[in-house]
């Protein structure tokens, strides 16, 4: 999942957004479908943020279809 990341952004599956969500207090995204190398799709989320952390976070740069990481953003000086 490393590979289909985003800059600034948590990746989770499904089944830790499942684990998560049991726990409670995580603020989680619906992503979408990824497909992995050999074919293998999954569901994939966003962790954005827990009810548990106080300190401020990074506003992640917007994600622009295509692009790798997000690390174009911050190569354009957008981040």
Request: contains cysteine; hydrophobic residues 30%.
């Amino acid at each position: 999942m490393e590979a289909s990341g985003a800059a600034f952004r948590i990746h989770i599956s499904q089944q830790i957004k499942e684990v998560l969500d049991e726990i409670g207090g995580y603020h989680i995204e619906y992503r979408g479908p990824i497909e992995f190398e050999g074919g293998v799709k999954t569901t994939s989320h966003w962790l954005t943020n827990c009810d548990r952390f106080h300190k401020p976070l990074p506003e992640p740069p917007p994600l622009i279809e295509g692009e790798n990481h997000g690390l174009a953003c911050i190569y354009r000086g957008n981040a």
